[in-house]
């Protein structure tokens, strides 16, 4: 199986010319395409045009250059089939033992701000994809190459084997090969069934980041599936478990709410309290006034550089991860004396870091719906009173930590911090029972507070309950049939009331 002909067509053209070289040296006769050949020729490597090799000219604008018998009859032939060996003396197939072939930027192009269908059509791969599945099909002969980082591998394979590859590298080479193609068919068709609006299927690749302990409970085998690292670093603690990574995801979708330095704490996915003040320990204190005893095990998370003075406060309590943007020196060095206690670095702004779709697993199949990321929301006043300025302000921080919270959520605010939360309750009423009884727990008035609240208020009882707890203004999406007889309600007690027209369940 010595490599005698390589086929290189690349986008990314990463290290192509170094790869090249050292296959001239070995005496490869290369073949290339387009803008590969110009650069190889640039880089005064010896290269025939795939046009001199076919003995045809590429035609519609490159669209049709490799799809050609040559080609893929020089790929797809048996190596000692007497048969396919006949044939392809017969047809004038010269064999083409390695290919080296990435494809147009297709995830790039798509993933651009406002791009157009016809510059996405235009930068889906016909040949690429069909010389990397010929040649691996026959991998028993052929070579495939779909990643520059396996350049120095093929070479190293070859100089110890001759000029030869081994059946163990062409195999684990031809399975990455049809892991990329189906990885590249799955965006592009995920994408025109996005644009288009389709009943196609949905389908899903997303390569091993790491395997786990266990899952969510001790007896549940789990993974992790995609690219984590690309946002956060853990550089201090024990392995990361399945409920770590939901908290930390769950901490970075709330913390992208907030521009001013915040501190957050979370358990179970849900905030325990919030605050901001550009002292992130002040911060701290206002999160942590909301709930002195849910924290306890719990995710702290915060959009500024960790401070000392924050790490000393932090480290009187156990915390299970702590998650920022970075760590001052200080800082980690109070805080890695704890060993079991995971530090996380968040390598990407948190609104960066947001999943775009959301996966449920049901009976029977998957639901699938986009994130529930809203814009700038535009709040409408539906009372006789508006609200002051510092009311307004508490409602949208009450609305910006409500959204987080699981259903049926109540969240009591001021502007700069959480004072009442209530989490997961059948009824809406109970919820906010549960948001006034944890802020007089923590001995903490509601006394000109603001209500935020899901979901719209089925009936006038649970707005008349946050009244009477204290609050004087209140944010929810509106739209029940009893809306009226909130709305008499709030006006009624004087409260301010606005309606977003959004709502923000979390089963």
Not at 238 to 263: C, G, H, M, Q, Y
Not at 321 to 339: G, H, M, N, S
Request: charged letters at 25%; one cysteine or more.
């Amino acid at each position: 199986m010595k490599i005698t002909r390589a086929l290189i067509s690349v986008s990314d053209k990463t290290g192509v010319a170094a790869f090249a070289r050292a296959l001239e040296r070995q005496g490869v006769d290369i073949i290339s395409t387009g803008g590969t050949a110009a650069l190889l020729r640039k880089e005064k490597i010896p290269v025939r045009e795939i046009s001199n090799f076919t003995a045809f000219p590429e035609v519609l604008d490159g669209r049709v250059k490799t799809l050609h018998p040559r080609v893929h009859g020089g790929l797809l032939y048996k190596r000692g089939n007497p048969k396919h060996e006949a044939e392809a003396r017969e047809c004038g197939f010269d064999p083409i033992d390695l290919v080296v072939v990435n494809l147009y930027p297709f995830e790039a192009t798509v993933a651009k701000q406002g791009v157009q269908l016809a510059e996405a059509i235009e930068n889906i791969d016909i040949g690429g994809p069909s010389m990397i599945r010929s040649a691996a099909k026959n991998y028993e002969s052929v070579t495939v190459v779909v990643d520059p980082a396996d350049y120095d591998a093929v070479l190293e394979n070859m100089r110890d084997n001759k000029g030869e590859t081994t059946l163990k590298l062409r195999e684990r080479l031809a399975i990455k090969a049809f892991v990329r193609t189906a990885d590249y068919d799955r965006a592009i068709s995920s994408f025109l069934n996005k644009e288009q609006t389709t009943d196609a299927s949905f389908s899903l690749s997303l390569p091993l980041a790491m395997r786990l302990r266990y899952g969510e409970n001790p007896h549940q085998t789990a993974a992790l599936y995609g690219d984590f690292d690309k946002y956060f670093e853990k550089f201090h603690g024990k392995e990361l478990s399945f409920n770590n990574i939901l908290d930390i995801s769950a901490a970075t979708n709330l913390i992208a709410e907030f521009e001013e330095p915040t501190v957050a704490i979370l358990k179970h996915t849900n905030p325990c309290g919030v605050g901001s003040d550009a002292d992130l320990r002040k911060a701290w204190n206002k999160a942590f006034a909301t709930d002195k005893q849910a924290p306890f095990g719990g995710i702290i998370v915060c959009n500024r550089p960790l401070t000392e003075p924050l790490a000393k406060v932090i480290s009187e309590i156990f915390s299970e991860v702590i998650i920022a943007p970075d760590f001052e020196i200080e800082a980690r060095a109070i805080l890695q004396t704890k060993k079991n206690l995971r530090l996380i670095r968040l390598l990407t702004p948190a609104k960066d870091a947001r999943p775009t779709i959301d996966l449920r697993s049901v009976c029977g199949g998957v639901l699938v719906q986009d994130a529930d990321v809203d814009g700038e929301i535009k709040p409408k006043v539906v009372t006789k009173r508006k609200p002051t300025k510092t009311e307004l302000n508490a409602m949208l921080f009450g609305w910006r930590v409500v959204k987080h919270v699981k259903s049926n959520a109540i969240v009591y605010a001021k502007s700069d911090r959480t004072l009442g939360i209530g989490a997961g309750q059948m009824s809406r009423i109970d919820a906010s029972r549960i948001a006034v009884w944890k802020a007089s727990e923590a001995g903490l008035s509601l006394k000109g507070s603001a209500v935020a609240s899901d979901a719209f208020f089925p009936f006038p009882d649970g707005l008349i309950a946050a009244g009477e707890a204290g609050a004087t203004c209140a944010i929810q999406p509106g739209g029940s049939i009893r809306d009226k007889d909130v709305i008499a309600a709030a006006n009624e007690r004087n409260m301010a009331m606005i309606f977003t027209g959004v709502r923000h369940f979390r089963h």
